[in-house]
């Protein structure tokens, strides 16, 4: 289920990321283990995590490059494979999808859309924002993606 495509202003967010390269069809697999290592880095380092988990899409096509991370509250430096990042601050795009992660796709396309009718361009890349922990909650029906796009003209 789709919600209303909104725009918002929002603040920079540091953040904690392991940058990856995959396959639409991979990047779920791959996740299961990124996540848990920027996690496991949070906690070791005593980073206090300020937001749900995201991947944020570099590129896509054949092969995507995109980042798995966490926001924190204040910045951290990286170690090894996690890397100190932010997410965009200013405004954004954002729409709430509801359901499993295989349906993201509908409201990236429905943001797409929406950028084309309103005369809009991203000015950065892309996130889903995993609002719905699936540890707690194994319906995927009720499980909620916040997917934001960066407003440039």
Same mark, same amino acid.
């Given at each position: ?12 967010? %540091? ?15 791959? &996740?299961? /283990? ?5 996690? #496991?880095?949070? #906690? ?13 899409? &570099?590129?896509?096509?054949?092969? @995507? ?6 926001? =924190?509250?204040?910045?951290? %430096? ?5 890397? *100190? ?7 954004? *795009? =954002? ?5 499993? $992660? ?11 859309? @929406? ?5 809009? &361009? %991203?000015?950065?890349?892309? @996130? /889903?924002? $995993? ?6 909650? %194994?319906?995927?029906?009720? @499980?909620?993606?916040? =997917?934001? $796009?960066? &407003?440039?003209?």
């Amino acid at each position: 289920m789709l919600g209303a495509i909104e725009t918002r202003t929002i603040e920079a967010q %540091p953040a904690l990321v392991i940058r990856a390269r995959g396959s639409a069809a991979t990047i779920g697999a791959m &996740l299961a /283990d990124l996540f848990p290592t920027v996690h #496991q880095f949070i #906690q070791r380092t005593g980073a206090e995590m300020a937001g749900p988990p995201f991947v944020r899409y &570099l590129t896509m096509g054949n092969e @995507w490059d995109f980042e798995a991370g966490a926001p =924190v509250a204040t910045a951290v %430096p990286g170690e090894g494979r996690v890397e *100190a990042s932010s997410l965009a601050g200013g405004e954004v *795009a =954002v729409v709430t999808y509801t359901g499993p $992660y295989e349906g993201v796709g509908e409201a990236h396309e429905a943001i797409g859309t @929406w950028l084309a009718e309103q005369g809009r &361009l %991203p000015s950065g890349p892309p @996130w /889903d924002s $995993y609002v719905t922990d699936p540890m707690q909650e %194994p319906d995927s029906t009720k @499980w909620r993606t916040d =997917v934001y $796009y960066p &407003l440039g003209g």
